[in-house]
Every structure is written in structure tokens, then in C-alpha cells.
């Protein structure tokens, strides 16, 4: 019963076109799901897909205004089938996204699971619980680390 109902989750997600979809309406559909569902979406080209459409949208989330002067590089660390890398960086009142590990030294690195990485990005997981479950691991800068949110526009489900 279970894999039949995850079966049907990843078929109507696959079936989406996530360039449509709302980031609100995007919350609302990993709030709906469980840790192991969202675990179990996210496979192959749909993982792809997904990553591939919330990295592409941090540029249009991110508030200059809140971050200022800041200058930093995130590191993103998302593990699952596959360690996938992405970084953020902000400077000068801009957000640039890169896939993949550069050469720069990162100010902060988060390390997490697919599940765990939806939950944030969707505005439906606390990272400061997060870190202190362990499902969110910080390397570097502690600090930005746990006010990285307030920098980008994060939908409420």
C-alpha cells in the first residue's frame, strides 16, 4: 500500500512542469508529503528536475535588502542516490548559483539529505531544529548558517 502511494506521488510529480508551479504551491506539495515519501521521489531525473528548479529560483528569492554587504559562498552538500553540489554566492547586494564544487573556499557548507533539503527550501523545516536533530549539518560559519533564510523569500505553505 505504502509503494503504491509513493508510486502514485512520483508519478503526479513527475508530471508536473516545476517551472509552473508556485513556490507557495510548491510548499504546500512538500508539506503534504512524508520524510519517506519525499525520500522517495526524489530519484534519477525527477531529483534532477526538482534540484535543477529550486537552485534556479534562489536568484529571484534572494532580498538584497537583508543581506546587505554580505559577502559569502554557500556550499549546498545534498546527499541521497548521489551527492549533488550546488553553491550560492552573495556579494554586492547580488545572488549568483552555480552547479557543482568550485575551487573558492566556502564561508559555510550544509550537508543534508533530500527530504531534509525540500523541507528547508519549502519554509516546512526549522534548520535550527534541523542542526540540533542532526539532519542538517553546518561546516564553517555556524552563524550565517543559521541566518541564511532571512536572505531569501521563503514560501509558507
Same mark, same amino acid.
Given at each position: 500500500?505504502?509503494?503504491?502511494?509513493? @508510486?502514485?506521488?512520483?508519478?503526479?510529480?513527475?508530471?508536473?512542469?516545476?517551472?509552473?508551479?508556485?513556490?507557495?504551491?510548491?510548499?504546500? %506539495?512538500?508539506?503534504?508529503?512524508?520524510?519517506?515519501?519525499?525520500?522517495?521521489?526524489?530519484?534519477?531525473?525527477?531529483?534532477?528536475?526538482?534540484?535543477?528548479?529550486?537552485?534556479?529560483?534562489?536568484?529571484?528569492?534572494?532580498?538584497?535588502?537583508?543581506?546587505?554587504?554580505?559577502?559569502?559562498? %554557500?556550499?549546498?552538500?545534498?546527499?541521497?542516490?548521489?551527492?549533488?553540489?550546488?553553491?550560492?554566492? %552573495?556579494?554586492?547586494?547580488?545572488?549568483?548559483?552555480?552547479?557543482?564544487?568550485?575551487?573558492?573556499?566556502?564561508?559555510?557548507?550544509?550537508?543534508?539529505?533530500?527530504?531534509?533539503?525540500?523541507?528547508?527550501?519549502?519554509?516546512?523545516?526549522?534548520? %535550527?531544529?534541523?542542526?540540533?536533530?542532526?539532519?542538517?549539518?553546518?561546516? @564553517?560559519?555556524? @552563524?550565517?548558517?543559521?541566518?541564511?533564510?532571512?536572505?531569501?523569500?521563503?514560501?509558507?505553505?
Amino acid at each position: 500500500m505504502a509503494d503504491n502511494s509513493s @508510486g502514485k506521488v512520483t508519478e503526479e510529480l513527475a508530471a508536473l512542469d516545476f517551472a509552473a508551479v508556485s513556490p507557495e504551491e510548491f510548499a504546500r %506539495i512538500v508539506k503534504g508529503l512524508s520524510a519517506k515519501q519525499l525520500g522517495e521521489v526524489m530519484h534519477g531525473e525527477l531529483r534532477t528536475r526538482v534540484l535543477g528548479e529550486v537552485f534556479g529560483r534562489m536568484k529571484q528569492q534572494f532580498r538584497p535588502e537583508a543581506a546587505g554587504a554580505l559577502t559569502a559562498l %554557500i556550499r549546498w552538500k545534498i546527499t541521497g542516490d548521489t551527492e549533488v553540489v550546488y553553491e550560492t554566492s %552573495i556579494a554586492d547586494g547580488t545572488c549568483a548559483v552555480s552547479e557543482g564544487r568550485s575551487d573558492a573556499e566556502p564561508r559555510t557548507t550544509l550537508i543534508m539529505a533530500d527530504a531534509e533539503f525540500l523541507k528547508l527550501v519549502s519554509g516546512n523545516g526549522n534548520p %535550527i531544529t534541523m542542526f540540533m536533530m542532526r539532519k542538517l549539518k553546518v561546516a @564553517g560559519d555556524v @552563524g550565517l548558517a543559521s541566518g541564511l533564510t532571512r536572505y531569501f523569500d521563503i514560501p509558507k505553505a
